[in-house]
Structures are given as C-alpha cells and as structure tokens.
C-alpha cells in the first residue's frame, strides 16, 4: 500500500516540493512499508542486544544465502553504470560484501554455534526466495534504472535502521558505531557494516545515481521502476518479520 498523501505520479510530486529527489518520491510511495522496515522490532532488539540469538541465527543463514544473488546484482550494476565515475563505488561496495562482510559472517556462524552444514546451500525462506527472484528479474528484463529501483531501497533501509540505532549509543561521531557497547561482536558488527561513514556515503551516491536515472525515465517507465521500489520495501520489512517469528530455519 502506498502513502495516499505523495503524488502519483514524479512529475506531480517534483511540483509540490522545492528540491526533488526521485528516490525522496519513491521512499513516499512505499510508505507505511517503509517505516515498518526501519523500525521493525528486528532492528531494535538486534541494536539493544536483546534479539533472540536463535533468530538472528536464522536471519543470518537467510541472508548470507542471499548474499550470491545480491553480489551477481551489483555486478551487473557495474557493466550498466555510465562511467567509471559510477562504477567505482559499486566496485568497491563488492569489495567490502565479498571480504570484510563474509568473513563477519562465517565467524558469527561460529560464535552462534551454526554449524556448515546448516549455511552451506540452504533452501531459502520463502521472503528470501522472493528477493532473490526480484533481484534477478529487474536486472534481466530491466536497465540501470530497474536494478537500481531494487539495489537503492535494499541498502537504504539498511542505512536507515542501523544508522537510528547507533544514534542511540551516544557520540554519533564514533567509528565504528557501536564502540564502547557491550555488545556480541555479531550485533555489534552488523550494525557497524551499514553505519559508518563508508557505507553511508555509498547509499548517497547510490540515491545521486538513481535520483538523475530515474528523473530521465519516461513517465511509463517511473511507474515501473516505483513497483520495483515497492516491492522490495514490502519484501524487506516482510524478511525482518519472518525472521523474528522464527527461531529455527530447519524443518
């Protein structure tokens, strides 16, 4: 559902605001899925260190199945970006997702006790299925534009959650975040990864991307690309509850 109060249409929104973000119109649209995502009960447990470890565990099979399709869809991101200058922090995103980030994630499953065999090639849930096949029908039966409208909502929300609950550690000037907490490396590690001044200066540029992309799209074109947006918003808020619910991924 979207929020009834943001125009329909991007033309029509660009006319009520002083400074237009294509991205600011697309975040409108997905509301009130949008903030169900950023504040889901998920993220804030997971920020104060209360969350479950047996859904975080699950989370983190979920997600780390996931990770694959997320880093095919930001390489074939980097073959349609229009120049080097857009490429470069795609390149170095994946960098970070294939080293720092799967190292976190292979020492986590060890400090939660899960065992290989239960990460390696699981089946995924059916939200992670979801996303999975969202990401890979945008990038195939879609251009710059379409991959964005999945990648920029995915990443965002993340900024956005992790970024909210590192505020609430104090000094927001802290790097990393979530220094002097006394919470487990994996919660505390996590949040670091989409709160630094790295990554969220790398969403900026991903919003500066998609903001002069999508401004260009046709009117036919925008409405496609909002779907897009929109139905990776109701699959992320959807992944933080099916995880939450859910304490083993193991039938």
């Known amino acids: 559902m979207s929020d009834a109060s943001a125009p329909t249409s991007y033309g029509a929104y660009a006319e009520t605001v002083a400074d237009p973000r294509f991205t600011d119109w697309l975040r409108e649209r997905s509301e009130p899925a949008w903030t169900d995502a950023v504040t889901h009960p998920f993220t804030r447990e997971l920020g104060a260190g209360t969350l479950e470890t047996d859904a975080y565990a699950t989370y983190l099979v979920q997600d780390y199945a996931f990770l694959?399709?997320?880093?095919g869809a930001f390489g074939f991101?980097?073959?349609?970006?229009?120049?080097?200058g857009a490429k470069r922090p795609l390149i170095e995103f994946l960098e970070t997702?294939?080293?720092e980030e799967n190292d976190y994630f292979e020492r986590s499953f060890d400090a939660l006790g899960v065992p290989e065999s239960r990460w390696t090639n699981p089946d995924h849930s059916p939200t992670a299925a979801a996303l999975v096949d969202l990401l890979g029908r945008a990038a195939r039966e879609g251009g710059y534009a379409e991959t964005l409208a999945v990648l920029v909502p995915a990443e965002w929300i993340y900024r956005e959650w992790a970024t909210a609950v590192a505020t609430e550690y104090g000094d927001s000037d802290t790097e990393p975040p979530s220094d002097g907490t006394d919470l487990?490396?994996?919660y505390a590690e996590w949040i670091d990864l989409h709160a630094v001044g790295s990554f969220v200066g790398f969403v900026d540029e991903l919003r500066d991307q998609f903001d002069a992309v999508g401004a260009e799209c046709s009117p036919r074109?925008?409405?496609?690309?909002?779907?897009?947006?929109?139905?990776?918003v109701d699959l992320e808020g959807a992944f933080f509850e099916e995880c939450y619910g859910s304490s083993d991924d193991r039938a």
Not at 77 to 84: C, R, S, T, Y
């Open 68 to 71: 694959e399709a997320l880093v």
């Open 184 to 186: 487990p490396f994996y």
């Open 97 to 99: 997702v294939t080293g």
């Open 221 to 232: 074109r925008q409405r496609r690309v909002e779907r897009l947006f929109r139905r990776t």
């Open 77 to 84: 991101a980097v073959g349609q970006a229009p120049g080097i």
